[in-house]
């Protein structure tokens, strides 16, 4: 078979209107290429929309379907503010994690911005969706869609049969807790829409029946078992208070634990790109940047389209310095480019350097490396496996520890020798999502006396919880029912009592 | 294997109901930003959106986070000047002049929230709970007014209403086509007669049969009948019901010596709001302004509001001029009449029964709705006691007295409350 010359290829387009054909031009050499690097994706599935439809989008955070809540609307009023009075632009792209994989493209991007989303959300996030363990873990990329409609549709199911502000209520509370909706743990079991509506009638009574088994009348045997001494319930901390909440809150109806569920699914849904956001970002930049630099040494790019393409390019990844206006904390973009982009360096053209602090990958096969990488792991151990002395010297990264018993801050660590490591432990750190939010986990219900639910929030680095934190308890006294404490846990083991909220409303007078 | 799908003649507007249930969930905090807002403004440009913002706190989706204290540690970029172990007061950040910096990650910002309201959603939640009176009965009776309009052509209907044009062309068409086979036989047989003329003479063989068939087939030509049931149209009309959607609005102002610019603003303010109401429900108003002091005289916008007279006053002159307006050009029961009287309540006394009168017998009875509102700080003056002696036997009556600009909201309101009709 006759190979065929590069050059022998017509190019792409060069205009900056874009149509239908053109954009099927670009997918199809993006396509060609990105299979050349062995990335591995979902089928594409690429949809035109306005920038009206993009602030919809951007409502139902970025789901094409979603159920109706207030605070969608809240956040589209603010989206089209912004965007109306051209204080913000939007997106240039959303892209779901869905199989097929859904990139919207907005109509008001020129052509080469098209061609710059396709790269980077049709194959750059695509294959980080398909490859990456979190989110073959946590989700379920064949069966979201239809998990949003089937919740949709129960959610204003619940609204005719309930009344809308009933359902506005109870969702009010479980967003609050929708952080601390994940099993950080365990597997969670596939989503799927037909099962979902199988199983849902007879999860409804089953679940039903476990909570009237847990308040019931006590029967002789049980007691006799607990004199040995006082057993909690449950017997370990749980950490998932959505989970803990439909299972065991003692007021709730069938149809409220099924609406604190979808919130437990959904909140779990997003849990992987929480935790991957500067790996996710800098991979889709990176084969942006990779393939449509491929593209353009085989002839098929038009030099308007490199220079357009590299001023958005270098937009995106900029990062700010820390005294600049535009500082808002390291640029995800910037971060996760520059390591990717480091971590071929180091398998091309490694130093000494990076011999001796990445002896493994030094001088390796880049795309082995790159897949391996993108596969195992997320921003926290991505950022300490990989972050090399080089990037860091790049960014000037510096470490500053703020003591609040300190008049002054400290430079703890800065770009050199002596403070690599650390500067890597807690840029790790940092996006570790485990120490980011506070750790807050069921301790105990009071099955004997009062029913009263006990939380404790585990301090860490002495950080207190914010002032939303009542409201926040006000929600879970809401869905608990009965009396709900917060205790914190300082770092010597002290216990103190936080907050408490009483509710002694009984079933028919719940959600005020 | 891609799809491109284009997407962007799709429903828009997906957001629209949770755009709704966000201006329910936070409807009164929305309501009190507007009634600040059209304090705020002209009452001249009632008629936009409005830019309303709402304390951030009330719309706040509460979740577990760390607060401010405790130990951080946090990796900046850009590193221009420090080395390890420097101490350097707080913030870091900022150092861009101002000094206020952005707030760290974790301390929420205190700011409202800002959305902009349209046109529709601010003058709704303006006329809120506010009903056009005695707007259902017109809405009712509205279904009775029809207008007919053509609707093309049809086979039967009244003989007035006979299309000639169309029926006289049917009918050719109709001769043409019957009369076609007869007609090309009869060309045939002329020809024939032509060339045996040609060949035999005038006396020849046959052309007196083929003279013959001629006569014949022009005879079946010409009993073709000229028209036929068959071939007459009809103008076809149908009735369509049309919405009675035209009101005039009669403005009435004391514009004597009295009445200084504060009360014609307040009065002003006044017409204003009602005008806007009206456009709600209406699509073409017409405005009559009428003032007055001892003569009335109708005016134009302008001179309506700015210029000035003095003496006294005589209310009944505006009245009867009002009432010889609808009789003239606004009878017929095609209009909605509005009426809206302002003045300082001064009236020259022996005038006011007759005042009464006149409204009693001649203006209420047309009116959808007639409000008065006496402009004074003081006691109510003698026309007031008059006009009160009709809010018994009219429903469609209303009165309120007004002594700031302030008053004129809640005097609006309560004029047009929701009233069951």
């Given amino acids: 078979m006759k190979k065929r010359a590069p050059s022998r290829r017509t190019p792409l387009p060069a205009s900056s209107e874009w149509t239908l054909e053109a954009i099927d031009r670009y997918h199809e050499e993006i396509a060609r290429v990105a299979a050349e690097f062995g990335l591995d994706t979902y089928p594409v599935q690429i949809e035109i929309i306005t920038a009206e439809q993009m602030m919809d989008a951007y409502a139902s955070v970025g789901m094409p379907v979603n159920y109706h809540h207030w605070s969608f609307g809240k956040q589209f009023l603010s989206t089209e503010k912004g965007y109306r009075r051209g204080q913000m632009g939007l997106a240039y792209e959303i892209v779901i994690n869905s199989n097929p994989c859904i990139a919207y493209l907005m109509e008001e991007n020129t052509l080469t911005m098209q061609g710059l989303v396709i790269a980077h959300a049709a194959y750059g996030h695509n294959s980080f969706f398909k490859g990456n363990y979190l989110f073959r873990t946590w989700t379920n990329a064949d069966a979201i869609i239809d998990y949003l409609i089937f919740a949709r549709n129960y959610i204003a199911e619940c609204e005719e049969r309930y009344g809308e502000e009933e359902v506005e209520l109870l969702l009010d509370s479980c967003h609050a807790l929708m952080n601390l909706g994940v099993d950080r743990y365990k597997r969670p079991p596939k989503l799927s829409l037909a099962k979902e509506k199988l199983r849902q009638r007879e999860r409804e009574e089953y679940l039903q029946g476990q909570v009237n088994e847990l308040w019931r009348t006590l029967p002789v045997q049980e007691v006799q078992q607990d004199t040995g001494g006082r057993r909690r319930f449950p017997a370990e901390p749980e950490e998932n208070l959505l989970y803990f909440i439909e299972k065991h809150a003692p007021l709730l109806e069938p149809w409220q634990r099924e609406v604190v569920r979808i919130v437990r699914k959904i909140a779990q849904y997003f849990f992987p790109q929480r935790q991957t956001q500067v790996m996710n970002e800098g991979w889709a930049s990176f084969w942006h940047y990779t393939l449509l630099n491929r593209l353009y040494d085989e002839g098929l790019l038009a030099d308007s389209f490199m220079l357009e393409f590299l001023q958005s390019h270098t937009n995106v990844v900029y990062q700010p310095p820390y005294n600049s206006r535009w500082y808002g904390g390291i640029n995800p973009y910037a971060l996760g480019f520059a390591m990717w982009q480091d971590i071929r360096r180091i398998c091309e053209e490694p130093t000494d350097e990076d011999r001796q602090w990445f002896p493994d990958i030094a001088g390796g096969n880049w795309l082995e490396v790159f897949d391996f990488a993108m596969r195992n792991f997320k921003d926290e151990s991505f950022i300490a496996q990989y972050l090399s002395p080089k990037v860091m010297r790049d960014l000037r990264l510096f470490a500053v520890l703020d003591d609040e018993r300190e008049d002054t801050l400290e430079i703890s660590a800065i770009h050199d020798e002596g403070g690599y490591r650390r500067v890597r432990a807690m840029l790790s750190e940092q996006y570790n999502l485990g120490s980011r939010e506070p750790n807050i986990q069921v301790w105990n219900v009071d099955l004997r006396g009062d029913r009263s639910l006990t939380l404790r929030h585990q301090q860490y680095q002495r950080r207190p919880l914010g002032d939303t934190t009542d409201e926040v308890m006000k929600h879970i006294a809401r869905l608990w029912g009965f009396t709900v404490r917060l205790e914190s846990v300082d770092e010597d083991g002290g216990v103190e009592l936080l907050d408490e909220v009483r509710n002694e409303k009984r079933r028919n007078h719940n959600g005020d | ?421």
Wanted: charged share 30%; hydrophobic share 35%.
């Fill in chain 2, 1 to 421: 294997m891609v799809r491109i799908i284009d997407r962007r003649f799709d429903s828009k507007n997906k957001s629209a109901v949770n755009r709704q249930r966000f201006m329910r969930r936070f409807r009164h905090q929305i309501r009190r930003a507007v009634s600040e807002a059209i304090q705020g403004r002209s009452i001249r440009d009632l008629d936009n959106g409005e830019q309303v913002s709402i304390p951030a706190r009330d719309l706040s989706e509460p979740h577990f986070q760390h607060g401010r204290g405790g130990v951080r540690e946090q990796v900046y970029a850009g590193n221009d000047q420090f080395s390890s172990g420097d101490h350097v007061r707080r913030p870091l950040e900022g150092g861009g002049g101002s000094g206020q910096g952005k707030a760290s990650n974790e301390g929420e910002h205190e700011d409202d929230f800002v959305f902009q309201l349209s046109r529709e959603e601010f003058l709704d939640l303006f006329f809120d709970d506010l009903a056009l009176p005695n707007l259902v009965r017109t809405q009712l009776a509205r279904i009775t007014d029809y207008k007919t309009r053509r609707a093309g052509f049809t086979a039967d209907g009244t003989p007035a209403n006979i299309n000639i044009v169309r029926s006289m062309r049917g009918a050719l068409g109709r001769r043409l086509a019957l009369g076609a086979p007869w007609a090309a036989r009869l060309r045939e047989v002329q020809r024939e007669l032509e060339k045996l003329i040609a060949a035999e003479g005038e006396d020849g063989e046959g052309v007196q049969a083929l003279r013959e068939e001629i006569t014949r087939l022009r005879a079946r030509i010409e009993g073709i009948p000229f028209i036929d049931s068959f071939d007459l149209r009809y103008n076809n009309r149908v009735k369509v019901p049309i919405p009675s959607t035209s009101a005039v609005m009669f403005c009435v102002m004391d514009v004597s010596g009295s009445m200084d610019e504060e009360k014609k603003s307040i009065a002003k303010r006044f017409f204003m709001l009602l005008y806007l109401f009206l456009t709600r429900s209406y699509e073409h108003i017409d405005v009559v302004f009428i003032r007055h002091h001892t003569v009335a005289k109708e005016v134009d916008e302008d001179e309506f509001f700015h210029s000035r007279e003095s003496g006294g006053t005589v209310v009944s002159s505006a009245l009867n001029l009002m009432h010889e307006v609808i009789m003239d050009r606004y009878g017929g029961g095609q209009w909605n009449i509005y009426g809206a009287q302002a003045s300082d309540g001064d009236n020259w006394d022996n005038d006011s029964p007759v005042c009464r009168q006149v409204l009693d017998g001649h203006i209420l009875p047309w009116c959808q709705h007639f409000a008065y509102i006496e402009i004074t700080p003081g006691e109510p003056q003698n026309l007031w006691r008059e006009y009160e002696r009709l809010l018994g036997s009219h429903r469609n009556f209303a009165m309120q007295r007004i002594e700031t600009p302030a008053d004129i909201y809640p005097v609006f309101r309560e004029l047009f409350k929701k009233t069951l009709v």
